[in-house]
């Protein structure tokens, strides 16, 4: 791991006046530069070359004589033959140029190797740095570990299928669709082979995936995702804030919801088994009485990451959660980073983040206020890793 103290002398050397807001750009990105256009942040988003138009061209910042933003959010798209290039030296040279402070997506680590990112991304990251491979499943100290130690609740684990008595999740990777789920439940071990061998043969999952993948049983309830926002240096109010939820649509489990049974009956082999592909999010409110509670579990993950992923989170971070029949939250997923769904926030807020800031709040904007609060207060150093 790059020693924190060498990427806080780095951010020493930064120009503040010149800080740009840096990405990978895909998943959150869109929302992360609204936020920093709102705060008046330039923004540097590093592309893909076929994959760039969105920010290259359509959403591309448009200034008047003044500097003035009138149209777009994306002041520089930083082409690249592949995402993994930002980890070229000449890639991260020109970043530091630019006094980017780096947002760290999902594509960020998907597209380039933990490892790599731990011990050879030398640009000041706006967040936990050791936290981001705690969210692959099957390291030693991931998500998992990490609730377990926290006490926080989340869905039983199967250690056998053989042992498959009620409904539940098969958690492991789309075996074509590499960054994908080949999410698939079952009730029984017989529906488990069934399933599994159907999935198998129509290429969407692997023997050897399958045999190390996640099995629990399933939360039957509503899906929240709890878009937090953890601030290191908050000097007088809570340093925990709910700036929002959003909830997904997943393709084709979607898709299955909204045919009548006589027709999900009749669906070819090809089709029986519907995958969960995120292809969209959407808002979403909790009943009053729910979000202390919500504040309760976050509250418990960032004491247990203190203690066991020092310094623990800075900034965004998601809890990806079911509520039962009972009212009950249970934990099925964590982003120690910026969450998929926060573009649902992007340029009106949501009602929380809305309701404490007294502005228009999102997950990007609140990045981007936090970046200027701590270059006010001269404490750049505590909120990169």
Not at 69 to 76: N, Q
Not at 220 to 241: A, C, H, Q, T, W
Not at 293 to 300: C, Q, S
Not at 341 to 362: C, D, E, F, K, Q
């Amino acid at each position: 791991m790059i020693d924190r103290k060498e990427i806080q002398e780095i951010v020493s050397n930064y120009d503040p006046s010149k800080i740009h807001v840096g990405m990978t750009a895909s998943h959150s990105a869109l929302d992360v530069c609204d936020g920093a256009a709102e705060e008046g942040l330039p923004t540097l988003a590093v592309c893909q070359k076929g994959r760039d138009k969105t920010y290259s061209t359509y959403f591309k910042a448009e200034r008047d004589n003044t500097g003035k933003l009138k149209r777009g959010m994306i002041d520089e798209a930083l082409v690249l033959n592949s995402f993994n290039d930002v980890m070229l030296e000449s890639t991260q040279e020109k970043l530091r140029k630019n006094n980017v402070l780096w947002v760290p997506n999902r594509s960020f680590t998907s597209y380039s190797d933990i490892t790599e990112i731990e011990n050879e991304f030398r640009v000041p990251m706006f967040g936990s740095r050791n936290l981001l491979r705690s969210e692959d499943r099957g390291e030693e100290r991931d998500y998992y570990w990490m609730l377990e130690k926290a006490g926080l609740p989340f869905p039983e684990k199967i250690h056998d299928p053989k042992d498959i008595d009620c409904l539940c999740i098969i958690k492991l990777a789309h075996k074509v669709k590499k960054l994908e789920r080949g999410f698939f439940t079952a009730s029984s071990y017989e529906e488990y082979t069934k399933k599994s061998k159907q999935l198998i043969k129509h290429n969407v999952i692997t023997k050897d995936d399958l045999t190390v993948a996640r099995m629990e049983k399933y939360v039957i309830g509503p899906v929240f995702n709890l878009d937090f926002f953890y601030s290191p240096i908050e000097p007088k109010m809570p340093k925990l804030e709910l700036i929002g939820i959003d909830w997904r649509f997943e393709t084709s489990l979607d898709g299955h919801c909204r045919l009548p049974a006589p027709q999900q009956m009749v669906l070819a082999d090809s089709q029986a088994t519907p995958e969960y592909t995120v292809c969209g999010h959407n808002s979403a409110t909790l009943r009053e009485s729910l979000l202390e509670e919500a504040f309760v579990l976050g509250e418990k993950y960032i004491e247990a990451c203190k203690e066991h992923y020092a310094p623990g989170v800075i900034g965004p971070f998601c809890l990806q959660t079911c509520v039962d029949k009972d009212l009950k939250f249970f934990i099925y997923d964590v982003a120690p980073r910026v969450g998929g769904g926060t573009n649902v926030h992007m340029a009106v807020g949501h009602p929380y983040g809305n309701a404490l800031w007294r502005t228009n709040m999102s997950t990007g904007r609140r990045i981007a206020l936090e970046i200027k609060r701590a270059k006010a207060m001269d404490k750049l150093h505590e909120i990169v890793t």
